[in-house]
Structure formats: C-alpha cells, structure tokens
C-alpha cells in the first residue's frame, strides 16, 4: 500500500481503507481519533483508490467532526476580479518564509512577488478542522481573485484554494522552478528528487506526465513508489491531533532512500532539507540552488 502509515504501523484501521470500513460499520468519528490525527494529508491514496475517492477531504471532515463541529467557515463565495496575464504570486511555507537567503533566489528565479499574507494561520486552521478567525478566509481570497497563477510551498493549500477559485492556476513550487530551463537543466543522473508529495498527489493526473518527462530528460531519481504516487517526508504535517501511530518523518525517508543509489538530493520544499541532511552523508539542497551553478 502507498499509505505511509501502513508502511510503519501494518494496522489497517490506520489508514483511509479501515476508517471507511470502521465508519460503514456505524462507528463514530471519536473512536477513529487514533486515525485520523495520524493521516499525514498526503494524499497517497487519492491515486490509488479506483473509484477517485477525494480521501483528504474525507479525513479533514472527520477531523472537523472531532472538534465537534467548530470547523472552518464554509468555503466563501469569492467574486472573481479580473485577473490579468502577469498578475502571479508566491505564498511560502514558513520555513521557507524564514529563510530570505533562499526565498529570495526562488522570486528572483520566478520573477514574481511574494504574497503580502501567506495564509499560515488559514492553513494551520483547515489541516485540524477548525474556524479561523471569522471574516478571515473570505479577505485572504479576495486578494488572491485578481492573480492569474499562484505558486505555493505546501501542497495542501493547492487543494484548498482550487475549491474556492477554481479558474486559477495553482501549482506547486518544485514544478514552477523545474518549468525553468535554467534549473531543469542542473539536474544531474546522479541526483535523487524529493518531489513534496501533498502538491504531487493532489493534482496526479497533470503532474504525473510533467515528472515523467523530467525524470526522462535528467535521468535524475525520484521520490515515487511502483504506481508513480510520491512517498512524502511528513515534514510538512501540523497536526495537533495526538496519535499514537503518527509515522516518523526518520522512516519515512528511510522508506524513500532504501535501494537508491545517488550522489545528491535535491527537495522542492525547504521543511524537508534539515530531516534529509540528517539521513544521508551526500550534499542536500533546495531546487531554486540549482539555478545557482554550484557543484555540490
């Protein structure tokens, strides 16, 4: 199974599967608390699943549902300004934010400014079920309607703001940067990928064939088990559900380094650098340091 929680507990009940057998069965969403917390949102059983089950957004119900409805505001009905064909921005992650060394590489690479409100606390507020404070969410939409493209760090927020504003075009930052020729081009055969997994996995279908075509022209290795569905870190997860199952982030990048062969890593997401320089004795970088010519 892609599920990483079933690569590190071997309990069914764990994983999306046993929640929904569990809740077929009659049981209540406290009794899954265990599960629930546990979910990293990765969305690696999205891909998986034959019937197209939205899997996340089941699992952030739930945890809507253990907060005893005290979840978020319903989505807002945004009036969509005119966008306009350079209008994109960038919303970080925060370890990102907090590294100006590195954010200021990646928006000069991508030539396009940095959002004036990155939406952490809204972020934070959807992954564990609960109401940001009110009127929040409709005012951080309402400056983001006018953009053409939004690029984001956090695969989970791609999710998030495609249900409100559909028309845009939101992608993730390691495909933005890789869209570069200049950073493309610096991948090395040698190299092993760490795709952020939330933004992969949550838009599958279009993100698949553009990985592939990378993995094709760099020869580089990724982050991707048999059915091509990309093995997260955990780095990213803020849950504050306690969950004795929780999987280490340590395992999980056991899980990514096991049987590959490779000289350097390069990661999409800043949160992953630290845990990664931990696990390997080989140069670990950003992929906005590609860009740079360096050879690490």
């Given at each position: 199974?892609?599920?990483?929680?079933?690569?590190?507990?071997?309990?069914?009940?764990?994983?999306?599967?046993?929640?929904?057998?569990?809740?077929?069965?009659?049981?209540?969403?406290e009794e899954l608390k265990d599960s629930?917390?546990?979910?990293?949102?990765?969305?690696?059983?999205?891909?998986?699943?034959?019937?197209?089950?939205?899997?996340?957004?089941?699992?952030?119900?739930?945890?809507?549902?253990?907060?005893?409805?005290?979840?978020?505001?319903?989505?807002?009905?945004?009036?969509?300004?005119?966008?306009?064909?350079?209008?994109?921005?960038?919303?970080?992650?925060?370890?990102?934010?907090?590294?100006?060394?590195?954010?200021?590489?990646t928006l000069s690479l991508l030539d396009i400014p940095l959002a004036e409100d990155n939406g952490s606390d809204i972020l934070e507020a959807f992954e564990n079920g609960r109401r940001p404070i009110s009127g929040r969410v409709a005012a951080f939409y309402r400056e983001l309607s006018g953009m053409r493209k939004i690029v984001v760090s956090d695969g989970l927020f791609?999710?998030?703001?495609?249900?409100?504003?559909?028309?845009?075009?939101?992608?993730?930052?390691?495909?933005?940067?890789?869209?570069?020729?200049?950073?493309?081009?610096?991948?090395?055969?040698?190299?092993?990928?760490?795709?952020?997994?939330?933004?992969?996995?949550?838009?599958?279908?279009?993100?698949?064939?553009?990985?592939?075509?990378?993995?094709?022209?760099?020869?580089?290795?990724?982050?991707?088990d048999l059915q091509r569905i990309a093995i997260p870190t955990g780095a990213c997860c803020k849950a504050e559900f306690k969950s004795r199952s929780a999987p280490e982030s340590a395992k999980q990048i056991s899980w990514i380094l096991d049987g590959r062969s490779?000289?350097?890593?390069?990661?999409?997401t800043a949160e992953d650098i630290p845990l990664l320089k931990k696990a390997v004795t080989q140069p670990v970088m950003h992929v906005a340091e590609l860009a740079d010519g360096e050879t690490l």
């Open positions: 199974m892609s599920c990483p929680i079933w690569q590190q507990s071997h309990e069914i009940l764990m994983t999306f599967a046993g929640r929904a057998l569990a809740l077929q069965a009659g049981a209540e969403p629930v917390g546990a979910c990293l949102l990765c969305g690696s059983c999205e891909p998986a699943c034959g019937m197209g089950i939205q899997t996340v957004d089941i699992t952030l119900k739930l945890r809507e549902a253990l907060n005893n409805g005290k979840s978020k505001d319903d989505l807002p009905q945004v009036q969509l300004s005119r966008s306009t064909p350079d209008r994109a921005v960038l919303i970080p992650d925060t370890a990102l934010l907090k590294n100006k060394d590195l954010l200021g590489r791609k999710r998030y703001i495609r249900a409100v504003l559909p028309g845009l075009e939101v992608i993730g930052l390691g495909e933005a940067l890789l869209r570069l020729p200049i950073v493309r081009s610096s991948l090395r055969p040698t190299d092993l990928y760490i795709i952020e997994a939330r933004a992969f996995n949550a838009d599958f279908k279009r993100c698949l064939p553009f990985y592939t075509e990378v993995r094709k022209q760099t020869g580089c290795i990724m982050n991707l490779f000289d350097r890593v390069v990661a999409e």
